[in-house]
Nanobody, 123 residues
Framework: VQLVESGGGLVQAGGSLRLSCAAT????????MAWFRQPPGKDREFVAA????????YYRDSVKGRFTISRDNAKNTVYLQMNSLKPEDTAVYYC?????????????????WGKGTQVTVSS
């Protein structure tokens, strides 16, 4: 399984970014997909997850109403649309996959990870 993130960058507070994660080497429809992030000097934390159907989603409280996770099973790709970005959203963002998963918020439930993409939000 290979997960490759893209779309990170530097943006001013209030701006938007769209992250993408392209997945290969797996039956994409069997996997719950998630985004995690690791702020500078902190542990990796859950951001959002989406079930295989794309209908059920989960978010950490601090991003609800600002971030949207979605997936395109035909393209084996998961997205994270981030709006109204804040400096505290600055982190390395990681894509992860959990076969037959339930949309867990725990890092150890995900068996595959990308290398991450940097998101920096300036004030």
């Amino acid at each position: 399984v290979q997960l490759v993130e893209s779309g990170g960058g530097l943006v001013q507070a209030g701006g938007s970014l769209r992250l993408s994660c392209a997945a290969t080497g797996l039956t994409f429809g069997h996997y719950a997909m998630a985004w995690f992030r690791q702020p500078p000097g902190k542990d990796r934390e859950f951001v959002a997850a989406i079930m295989w159907s794309g209908i059920i989603t989960y978010y950490r409280d601090s991003v609800k109403g600002r971030f949207t996770i979605s997936r395109d099973n035909a393209k084996n790709t998961v997205y994270l649309q981030m709006n109204s970005l804040k400096p505290e959203d600055t982190a390395v963002y990681y894509c992860s996959a959990d076969e037959y998963g339930s949309g867990s918020r725990r890092t150890y439930d995900y068996e595959s990870w990308g290398k991450g993409t940097q998101v920096t939000v300036s004030s």
